[in-house]
């Protein structure tokens, strides 16, 4: 049995476009509405949802966000899926899980309340803060020192609020934050799901690129053949090892990386039941034909050998236009949408985003030529304030 579960923030056209290819059940929500789907879809009510779960024997299913981890916990409860989820979102309980495969890794747990009372003369610097239970790089910082220390705390305060009111505590804790070694290396983000017999499969993988030591922004994701090349297998690899200390059968994730330059490789942290957030996910049918919503529902593995054989040397890139932070909401009078597109050598689709709720105005998938690096570089440093149109 296949089913889904949709919730905001986003749910791509492409998406959409794979529900009614499929014919796949959605639960109905009061949200759904909100997305304006297709009327040809199948919606399941919460006792029709919840009794295929009960009476088939093998289900699938997928969330195009982590706002449904909620209803999962409450309404699924006669499944292990909660008990997965959980340890896989709260941070603190995934470094537990790895750690006799990580055994030297430094974390410590703290309330948020306890952040002034912190001596971080305790504690080697570098280190990253973030929330226990935490998405889309909200809330995670770098500390260096301890003047930067007092502004992070200030910082954090300030956001906790706004961090607590767009998205819901299974999401965002902001009352629980894990304090961890600051991991060197490259970033990557990689798409997987462990098919009904519990075997790892990848469908993409994402090099998160930055613009300085300092930066922990979501600006640029990218992926190529060369990326799935010389990666692939040593994720694999680590997959294969952590699948061993959890069952993980028909699960999907999508989990976050650090590689250091002796391919070292240790996870971040795990986002269950979901892929790319946002559906940026679709980037890997653009650059691969990979659509990882039927590859993961029909049990599909990428022949990859076969799929780059012929490939370009192209670097398809996820551009994430975030709203400058010294701009104020009411001084906003439109984006100029044409001009950031403009930008781009060969841009795929640009989804324009409610950036007085979220605090990004769109995200746009690109095709870059290899040679072409000073196209990311460019949109890694720009300050994206010149694609706003002010009132004054």
């Not at 889904?4 to 499929?22: G, R």
């Not at 870059?368 to 004054?392: A, F, M, R, V």
């Amino acid at each position: 049995m296949l089913l889904l579960i949709l919730d905001k923030p986003y749910v791509s056209k492409f998406l959409e476009k794979t529900i009614l290819e499929m014919n796949l059940p959605i639960l109905k929500t009061e949200l759904i509405e909100e997305f304006n789907l297709d009327k040809n879809i199948i919606f399941l009510n919460s006792n029709e949802f919840i009794n295929k779960v009960k009476k088939e024997q093998e289900v699938l299913i997928y969330t195009n966000s982590e706002n449904p981890i909620n209803w999962i916990v409450n309404n699924l409860s006669f499944t292990d899926l909660p008990k997965k989820i959980n340890l896989f979102k709260d941070k603190l309980k995934f470094r537990r899980l790895l750690r006799n495969i990580y055994p030297n890794f430094f974390y410590r747990e703290v309330r948020f309340d306890e952040l002034e009372e912190i001596d971080i003369k305790e504690i080697k610097t570098p280190f990253i803060i973030k929330p226990a239970i935490g998405f889309f790089s909200i809330g995670v910082y770098k500390v260096n020192n301890a003047l930067e220390w007092k502004n992070v705390v200030k910082k954090l305060k300030a956001e906790k609020n706004k961090m607590s009111s767009n998205y819901p505590i299974e999401v965002i804790n902001t009352n629980k934050f894990i304090i961890e070694e600051n991991i060197e290396g490259e970033e990557f983000a990689i798409d997987i799901y462990y098919d009904k017999k519990g075997k790892p499969v990848i469908l993409n993988i994402l090099k998160h690129i930055f613009s300085s030591s300092e930066d922990v922004s979501d600006r640029i994701y990218i992926t190529s053949k060369q990326i799935i090349e010389k990666y692939h297998d040593l994720f694999l690899n680590f997959l294969f090892e952590m699948g061993d200390l959890v069952n993980l059968k028909g699960f999907p994730m999508h989990i976050e990386f650090r590689v250091n330059k002796d391919e070292n490789i240790i996870p971040i942290e795990v986002n269950p039941m979901r892929f790319a957030g946002w559906c940026t996910t679709d980037i890997a049918n653009y650059a691969y034909g990979i659509n990882v919503y039927e590859y993961f529902f029909k049990q599909k593995e990428p022949q990859w050998e076969e799929i780059l054989e012929n490939k370009k040397d192209k670097i398809y890139s996820i551009v994430v236009a975030d709203l400058p932070k010294d701009i104020k909401l009411k001084d906003i009078k439109e984006i100029d949408y044409d001009k950031f597109k403009s930008y781009f050598e060969n841009p795929l689709e640009m989804r324009k985003i409610d950036y007085a709720k979220y605090g990004v105005f769109a995200f746009l998938f690109a095709e870059t030529s290899s040679n072409n690096w000073k196209e990311l570089d460019g949109i890694l440093n720009l300050d994206l304030k010149q694609y706003l149109k002010l009132k004054n």
